[in-house]
């Protein structure tokens, strides 16, 4: 490891005997992650003596010190453990995890700057924290490439934190080329998603493609197969991994479309306004499409992606979203995916205490309130 990272010794991480050890574990794993990324933003400052740069480097670390529901690294560490990962090496499974965090921090940014979002986490998004710092006219403009710009190292960053835990051993190279299959994945996915939202007549197999790859890949599937490489994971688990990931992801992208247009604001941190008034093509927002008729479509035509949408009219486009039955078809589907993940589960060869705690987690994950 480089003399300027944190260390990434893991002490106390042990041996999973029921749901209450799960939550022991997920909650030291997700520590451990919190303050390895604490310590290596902290040894990173920025090369000139400029106040303003200094600022754009602290309201990075606060964003990614400063939430996040660490799911891809607590995927990786039981993919690693449910791959037979044993506790001398653990450190590189959290090293591992704490680059994917890292990684999604700056891919977070940059979708904020996309979907011009004002919230994340209940804060003002990085580009809007970022356009109040200057002293001058163009705050906006300079706030959002100022993001761009702290993205990107965000993402460099990762990269440092991967090249100190995948190093030059056959695991660490299988673990390499996952992270890297992974970013050419995640980026198509993103370009799908803002192709969807130009020609504004994505179905719902469409939009299904676009959360296969911008989120279901992304955040279960590779990761699991991430850390299961680096514990030796032989082609049958990794893909015993995909077969579990692929469906979790999808009903976790579901659930965030429902809570991005039925969620309380006050638990997600995110305005519930936000997906409505971008006119997001989810596939729950399909589904009211398909059904939709007469006065219900013209309506949902009209004011879906209406950026002066108010309160009013968004309560009008989820009752449309309730009465085509949209909402219930989506419930319907993140539950067959959640059983489909889990019906995976049952036939992989894991680890018995990866298989309770991914259990553990399918369950919250497609359940959440945030």
Request: net charge negative; hydrophobic share 40%.
């Amino acid at each position: 490891m480089t003399a300027d990272t944190v260390d990434t010794s893991v002490k106390g991480i042990t041996g999973v005997g029921d749901t209450g050890g799960v939550a022991a574990v997920t909650s030291a794993v997700r520590g451990r992650v919190d303050e390895l990324l604490a310590g290596f933003l902290d040894a990173r400052r920025p090369p000139v003596g400029d106040p303003d740069v200094a600022e754009g480097y602290r309201l990075l670390r606060e964003f990614v010190v400063g939430g996040g529901k660490r799911i891809r690294p607590l995927l990786c560490y039981w993919g690693w453990r449910g791959a037979g990962g044993e506790e001398p090496h653990e450190d590189r499974a959290v090293l591992t995890g704490a680059a994917l965090e890292l990684y999604h921090a700056g891919l977070l940014i940059h979708d904020d700057v996309m979907d011009g979002s004002e919230l994340r986490r209940g804060r003002p998004t990085i580009h809007r924290g970022l356009a109040g710092t200057p002293r001058w006219t163009g705050a906006e403009t300079f706030g959002q490439s100022a993001a761009i710009l702290l993205g990107v190292l965000a993402q460099a960053w990762a990269d440092e934190l991967l090249a100190d835990a995948a190093t030059g051993d056959v695991r660490g190279r299988a673990a390499r080329e996952l992270f890297n299959r992974m970013r050419t994945e995640v980026v198509t996915g993103q370009y799908l998603d803002i192709l969807a939202h130009a020609r504004a007549d994505a179905d719902v197999e469409q939009a299904l493609t676009v959360i296969r790859y911008k989120t279901a890949r992304y955040t279960v599937e590779r990761p699991l197969q991430i850390g299961g490489a680096l514990a030796g994971a032989p082609p049958a688990l990794l893909e015993a991994y995909s077969r579990f990931g692929l469906p979790l992801g999808e009903a976790f992208q579901l659930r965030d479309d429902v809570l991005g247009v039925f969620g309380d604001p006050a638990v997600t941190g995110k305005p519930v306004l936000d997906d409505l008034r971008e006119g997001k093509r989810t596939v729950l927002m399909a589904y009211a499409y398909a059904r939709a008729r007469g006065p219900e479509r013209d309506r949902l035509r009209t004011w879906h992606g209406a950026p002066d949408l108010d309160e009013r009219r968004a309560a009008e486009l989820r009752q449309i979203i309730v009465d085509t039955g949209a909402l219930g078809e989506v419930e319907d589907l993140i539950a067959l995916r959640a059983g489909q993940a889990l019906d995976a589960l049952r036939d992989c060869a894991i680890a018995p205490d990866a298989a309770r705690a991914l259990t553990v987690l399918t369950e919250r994950l497609t359940r959440r309130v945030r």
